[in-house]
């Protein structure tokens, strides 16, 4: 939801002052020399000094461009070569802190490269790799904020640091490990609102942080803690938009929370309340998108709330309804995924669009209509999973396509023995959810019922060891069960900060 929350730029971080020092350059004055440095002036340095300090300076430029391009090729979607870029750069954090480990600015420096290295594995999928960098980032955020416990921007980045590995943490499914650190988060976010309750960036990191704790505790069954944390962060939200009625920005974390609270809403079950919230929520993100149609976030924002509207009709039995709200989402979807064809948060955005007007028109008995869209979401899994075998949320979302082309009659004994290898595989490989295991055994009586083959389990060819494990999970898609089928739709998240 909220725009990339990054650290502060290095250019605007206080350092910390050495008191220490201080003390003992005072006593040197007093008495006339410091190490070369007398009361009538400085000693120039050395010429080798002066040239090291001239080719730290260069690399640390040379460092700050590199990620200045991961940048953009991150915001693109090329995350390979973005992750290129960022592990040039913290090959040249690394040697800068190397030779000056007590230069707060480099090691600073190296923190926000295990960051930026982090946020693309984890978008990525590699959950374990990108956990190893954001603890790591996490390491010297805290080292540096103990150092000067009265460092503002610091104690933020500590939050941040803190708010990135509960992340992890939760696409992993490790609910409790995850919720001590953003509650870790919240209490320094709380203590920064405390010294300066006017200052409006450090609201809405606050807001931010209950949304966390909100979808943890959703995640947990804990319903209602859950709402309580999602109207706290509304609640701020709202505060920030009304203040600030020409602020895209918090216009947009407004319209997010809205979504969030309306799904819960519609948990607990009062459906007309949270197709009030959604709709609330729509019309700030069409607004949004008049004011600037090129603005591709802002296209996305209005596709999830139209996708979360059809489903609540969905619910209600009101296929019409939902199939013309769907529709809406997915003409976004596909000229979002057309726009960024590198972009595979976008395609994979564009394959639930179709799965979920599949789902909508087998309800309504219109089969090849359905399969056909089940086939182009199909396409779209098999390319991904192809782009990057390792990524266990595509691996998931390839077989749950084979099982929803199983059960609208698609040749049903291929697509069930290719559902059934394919979790298989996951098994083996430790990347298949402990929660899915139980549909490996569906999958198999419906085989047989469909008169194909029994699959034989997918075992690593010989000599080769089973690849290791990968975290599974992702921010975009909850997964619901009835009847032994699989369904899911948008769970609309705000994006990482």
């Given at each position: 939801m909220f725009q990339s929350q990054q650290h502060l730029p290095v250019s605007n971080v206080h350092r910390p002052r050495r008191h220490g020092v201080h003390l003992i350059a005072a006593a040197m004055i007093a008495t006339g020399t410091l190490g070369g440095i007398t009361l009538g002036g400085v000693i120039p340095p050395t010429s080798a000094e002066a040239a090291r300090g001239d080719d730290n300076r260069q690399r640390r430029s040379t460092m700050l461009e590199l990620n200045r391009e991961g940048d953009r090729l991150r915001k693109a979607g090329n995350l390979r070569n973005a992750l290129e870029r960022y592990n040039r750069a913290l090959a040249i954090a690394r040697q800068l802190t190397n030779a000056d480990p007590n230069n707060n600015e480099w090691q600073r420096d190296l923190s926000v490269s295990h960051f930026k290295i982090g946020q693309v594995l984890r978008r990525q999928g590699k959950l374990s790799a990108a956990l190893t960098h954001f603890r790591e980032d996490l390491r010297i955020a805290a080292l540096l904020s103990s150092s000067d416990p009265g460092n503002k921007p610091w104690r933020r980045d500590l939050s941040i640091s803190y708010n990135k590995v509960g992340d992890i943490l939760r696409e992993q499914r490790?609910?409790?490990?995850?919720?001590?650190?953003?509650?870790?988060?919240?209490?320094?976010?709380?203590?920064?609102?405390?010294?300066?309750?006017?200052?409006?960036?450090?609201?809405?990191?606050?807001?931010?942080?209950?949304?966390?704790i909100g979808n943890v505790l959703l995640a947990q069954d804990d319903t209602a803690e859950a709402l309580r944390h999602f109207q706290f962060d509304l609640s701020i939200s709202r505060r920030l938009a009304k203040a600030n009625p020409g602020n895209n920005a918090r216009q947009r974390d407004f319209a997010v929370s809205l979504l969030k609270v309306g799904d819960v809403t519609r948990k607990e079950g009062d459906q007309a309340e949270a197709l009030r919230l959604y709709r609330e929520s729509l019309a700030i993100r069409e607004k949004l998108n008049r004011a600037k149609p090129d603005n591709l976030q802002w296209q996305r924002d209005v596709s999830l709330?139209?996708?979360?509207?059809?489903?609540?009709?969905?619910?209600?039995?009101?296929?019409?309804?939902?199939?013309?709200?769907?529709?809406?989402?997915?003409?976004?979807?596909?000229?979002?995924?057309?726009?960024?064809?590198?972009?595979?948060?976008?395609?994979?955005?564009?394959?639930?669009?179709?799965?979920?007007?599949?789902?909508?028109?087998?309800?309504?008995?219109?089969?090849?209509?359905?399969?056909?869209?089940?086939?182009?979401?199909?396409?779209?899994?098999?390319?991904?999973?192809?782009?990057?075998?390792?990524?266990?949320?595509?691996?998931?979302?390839?077989?749950?396509?084979?099982?929803?082309?199983?059960?609208?009659?698609?040749?049903?004994?291929?697509?069930?023995?290719?559902?059934?290898?394919?979790?298989?595989?996951?098994?083996?490989?430790?990347?298949?959810?402990?929660?899915?295991?139980?549909?490996?055994?569906?999958?198999?009586?419906?085989?047989?019922?469909?008169?194909?083959?029994?699959?034989?389990?997918?075992?690593?060819?010989?000599?080769?060891?089973?690849?290791?494990?990968?975290?599974?999970?992702?921010?975009?898609?909850?997964?619901?069960?009835?009847?032994?089928?699989?369904?899911?739709?948008?769970?609309?998240?705000?994006?990482?900060?």
């Open positions: 490790k609910h409790g490990a995850a919720l001590q650190n953003y509650r870790k988060s919240l209490d320094i976010r709380k203590e920064l609102n405390a010294s300066d309750p006017n200052n409006q960036r450090w609201q809405r990191d606050l807001s931010l942080v209950y949304f966390k709330a139209h996708h979360k509207i059809g489903s609540l009709f969905l619910d209600q039995g009101n296929t019409l309804k939902a199939l013309t709200h769907f529709r809406t989402d997915l003409n976004i979807a596909k000229r979002l995924a057309t726009q960024q064809p590198q972009n595979t948060e976008r395609q994979r955005d564009l394959s639930i669009s179709h799965n979920t007007i599949g789902d909508t028109l087998i309800k309504r008995q219109e089969r090849a209509e359905a399969i056909s869209h089940y086939k182009k979401a199909l396409a779209i899994r098999v390319d991904l999973v192809a782009r990057n075998a390792n990524n266990a949320q595509w691996q998931r979302d390839r077989w749950l396509s084979y099982w929803k082309l199983a059960r609208a009659g698609d040749q049903p004994a291929r697509r069930w023995h290719q559902a059934l290898q394919a979790m298989r595989t996951m098994e083996q490989r430790g990347i298949l959810r402990s929660s899915d295991k139980r549909f490996i055994k569906i999958a198999e009586r419906e085989l047989a019922k469909a008169g194909g083959p029994p699959a034989a389990p997918a075992l690593p060819a010989a000599g080769q060891p089973a690849r290791p494990r990968v975290g599974a999970g992702a921010d975009n898609a909850v997964w619901a069960r009835g009847n032994n089928n699989l369904e899911y739709s948008y769970a609309g998240t705000r994006p990482p900060e």
